[in-house]
């Protein structure tokens, strides 16, 4: 990966805040280019590379949290060590996850993916209820079962971005196969004839 052509000019300090120091940024944007979180941005007005700086100038000035999370009204934003805040980080999911970093950020209850659709009987004319529809992704083998209610809809929901999955739909002994379903966004199958 590029690096930043000037020493210090990018920095991590003692309590993990990253910093760009405006006086040895030269404008040469590797730093814009090849940040995995996507986190700088370039002010061609000051021909700088930016980003937030977690305000560690009040927390040097002796505040608790950055203005952000003082300021949030809901309490949706935590900052601090992770040590005390491992309950919540237990069930988050860290920023990136695709990338595989050591991240400091992460988030609790993000909306995740779904795959839904709706059976019928292409004979009878009639939505199908009651069949077993088994979602498996074909990478880690993981298995989701759900069965289509009274309209014939199944929903898997909860499913975690990017993934590639197959469905096997079973009833009375009649059984479809799908293939190559991938969840980059929220996917409805739309009618499915079980034939």
């Not at 061609?44 to 977690?54: D, V």
């Not at 909306?111 to 009987?121: E, M, N, Q, S």
């Not at 898997?156 to 966004?185: H, M, V």
Request: proline share 5%.
């Amino acid at each position: 990966m590029n690096e930043c052509r000037v020493e210090g000019a990018i920095y991590k300090r003692d309590d993990g805040l990253v910093i760009i120091d405006p006086e040895k940024c030269t404008g040469c944007k590797l730093c814009v280019d090849t940040c995995p979180y996507g986190a700088i941005y370039f002010n061609e007005t000051l021909n700088l590379a930016q980003k937030c700086t977690g305000c560690a100038h009040l927390l040097d000035d002796g505040w608790a949290e950055p203005r952000c999370v003082d300021a949030c009204p809901t309490g949706a934003l935590k900052f601090g060590e992770a040590s005390d805040l491992k309950d919540l980080i237990e069930d988050a999911d860290p920023f990136r996850p695709d990338l595989d970093l050591q991240t400091n950020v992460h988030y609790i209850h993000l909306p995740r993916k779904f795959v839904a659709g709706t059976l019928y009987d292409p004979v009878e004319k009639e939505v199908v209820i009651g069949a077993k529809c088994t979602l498996a992704d074909t990478t880690s083998g993981e298995i989701f079962e759900a069965e289509t209610d009274r309209f014939g809809d199944f929903w898997f929901r909860g499913l975690k971005d990017a993934r590639d999955f197959s469905l096997k739909i079973e009833k009375d002994g009649k059984t479809k196969n799908i293939e190559g379903i991938r969840t980059d966004k929220d996917m409805n199958l739309g009618d499915i004839p079980l034939d």
